[in-house]
Structure formats: structure tokens, C-alpha cells
């Protein structure tokens, strides 16, 4: 499985069984989608999927950060030049 095939299924992989919103499912199917579009950035891609894939809503509730949150996911994003 490449990469973008990784984030096509653990994006929806997240979304129905975990917590991942339904907003921001889009923006990462769009990479996920278009691989031409980006290529040469699979290391960012590589990425998007960790942070999707260790999403955790209250990722920032505590002293110490655990997991990524839904800001993290916007920066890779915004990386990736990537927009509603």
C-alpha cells in the first residue's frame, strides 16, 4: 500500500471508528486522491497519516501533549498548500 492509499484508509478508518471529524475529511481525501499533485512531498504526506492515525481530541487537555490534534493536522496541511 503507498502512501496515499495509507491516508485514504486510515482517514476513514478514523472517522468512523475513532474520533476524526467529519470537516476535515475532505482536505485529507484530496491528497489522498491526487498523488500527481504531490509528489515529491511524500515525507509530509508520511506524516499527515501519523497525525491522523495518533489523533486524539483532548490531545491538549493535560500538561503534557499526547497525541496530535486537529491543529497539528491543519499545519501539515498548510505545508502542503492544502485548503477548504
Same mark, same amino acid.
Given at each position: 500500500?503507498?502512501?496515499?492509499?495509507?491516508?485514504?484508509? &486510515?482517514?476513514? !478508518?478514523?472517522? &468512523?471508528?475513532? =474520533?476524526?471529524?467529519?470537516?476535515?475529511?475532505?482536505?485529507?481525501?484530496?491528497?489522498?486522491?491526487?498523488?500527481?499533485?504531490?509528489?515529491?512531498?511524500?515525507?509530509?504526506?508520511?506524516?499527515?497519516?501519523?497525525?491522523? =492515525?495518533?489523533?486524539?481530541?483532548?490531545?491538549?487537555?493535560?500538561? =503534557? !501533549?499526547?497525541?496530535? &490534534?486537529?491543529?497539528?493536522?491543519?499545519?501539515?496541511?498548510?505545508?502542503? !498548500?492544502?485548503?477548504?
Amino acid at each position: 500500500m503507498d502512501i496515499f492509499a495509507k491516508l485514504a484508509a &486510515s482517514t476513514l !478508518k478514523e472517522n &468512523s471508528e475513532g =474520533e476524526l471529524p467529519d470537516f476535515i475529511v475532505p482536505l485529507l481525501m484530496k491528497v489522498a486522491e491526487n498523488p500527481a499533485d504531490f509528489a515529491g512531498r511524500e515525507a509530509l504526506v508520511e506524516e499527515l497519516v501519523m497525525r491522523v =492515525e495518533e489523533y486524539e481530541t483532548w490531545s491538549e487537555m493535560c500538561c =503534557e !501533549k499526547q497525541g496530535f &490534534s486537529l491543529e497539528d493536522i491543519h499545519r501539515t496541511l498548510d505545508r502542503l !498548500k492544502v485548503r477548504y
